[in-house]
């Protein structure tokens, strides 16, 4: 199996001791099965995964901006612009 670590899921099976071979949900640490349904996980990995977004959307605007990388990173809070993107 070919699959980016980091993206896996962290859970391991108790009885086997084998680590779960399943993709985690977007911006968690687990899959659906090992806790990656329940509210407050889903409700955590989604603003991960919005500051992740908000984070390549502005590496993209300075690409093409052409300004230095450390001036944007100050800039941009992650947070806040998380919660502006959220519905
Ligand atoms: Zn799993």
């Known amino acids: 199996m070919d699959m980016d670590e980091s993206r896996r ?3 391991t099976a108790k009885r086997s001791g084998e680590r779960c071979g399943r993709a985690a ?3 968690g640490t687990v899959c659906s099965v090992h806790g ?11 603003v991960r995964a919005a500051k ?3 984070h390549a959307e502005a ?9 230095p990388w450390l001036a ?3 800039q941009v809070d992650p947070v806040r612009w998380a919660r502006l993107l959220s519905p």
């Open 25 to 27: 949900i977007v911006g």
């Open 52 to 54: 992740l977004a908000v």
């Open 9 to 11: 899921c962290t859970a």
């Open 72 to 74: 944007i990173d100050a």
């Open 36 to 46: 990656g349904k329940a509210p407050q996980v889903r409700q955590a990995a989604e």
């Open 59 to 67: 590496e993209r605007m300075v690409a093409r901006a052409g300004s």
